[in-house]
């Protein structure tokens, strides 16, 4: 079956722009988290969706937003991109809320860069 | 402040030999911890997990080992091969309070042949 499949793979923007970024998660699977991944940070849990309801929202500034259509499909926003937000977002899927318990299933990525 | 810490940035095995990979963590709450693995350009790909009501899992060539009083835990890599060369990531869930998982900031793990 197609996995976590994220779109665009790379992007360049301008400071202050705004950046949609897109994630179709495994079919059947309702929950969808999104992570920042930048070098010497590791990965960081921007916010989970589930049935089109965020759950949980990390500690980013509000710049940072998403959503969840009811095909479970998500997008994320970041709004007046700064040089800081360079980065690859993560998209991961998993049947049901508790992902840990099946293990998250993730994309490849979109990889960011601001100029 | 980090609730999981992987305090080797990077690590050099020679191939056949033993990977350990270290990881430790400050919230008890934790009950399921997961490592997982991410080749440049790709996603991070599940590995291994386990329970805290166990104390060990072993898949194939990987083991995970948990200490719960320590608050650590330990990936073992046997016997360790070139293609294991990756970024290992150690993960935390605390079972639904966060919803997600809290990941460590990775150990490069290079395998030489």
């Known amino acids: 079956k197609a996995g976590v499949t994220q779109t665009p793979r790379y992007l360049i923007k301008t400071r202050g722009q705004q950046v949609t970024l897109s994630c179709s998660p495994i079919?059947?699977?309702?929950?969808v988290s999104w992570y920042q991944q930048t070098p010497g940070q590791g990965l960081q849990f921007l916010f989970e969706?589930?049935?089109?309801?965020?759950?949980n929202k990390g500690n980013f500034p509000g710049r940072f937003s998403g959503r969840q259509f009811s095909n479970s499909r998500s997008e994320m926003n970041v709004s007046t991109l700064e040089l800081g937000d360079s980065a690859l977002y993560l998209c991961?899927?998993?049947?049901?809320?508790?992902?840990?318990?099946?293990?998250?299933?993730f994309g490849s990525g979109t990889r960011l860069t601001v100029v | 402040d980090q609730q999981v810490k992987q305090n080797s940035p990077s690590l050099s095995v020679q191939e056949g030999r033993i990977s350990i990979l270290n990881c430790d963590y400050t919230n008890s709450m934790f009950d399921y911890f997961l490592w997982y693995k991410k080749y440049p350009a790709e996603g991070p790909t599940f590995l291994i997990s386990i329970s805290s009501i166990k104390d060990k899992n072993e898949d194939g060539r990987f083991t995970v080992f948990l200490n719960k009083s320590a608050k650590h835990l330990s990936l073992h890599i046997v016997p360790s091969q070139p293609g294991d060369s990756a970024v290992y990531f150690c993960a935390a869930s605390d079972g639904g309070s966060q919803g997600n998982l809290i990941f460590g900031k990775g150990t490069k793990l290079s395998v030489k042949p």
């Open positions: 969706y589930f049935s089109e309801t965020q759950r």
């Open positions: 079919s059947g699977h309702r929950s």
């Open positions: 991961a899927s998993s049947l049901d809320p508790e992902g840990a318990y099946y293990g998250y299933t």
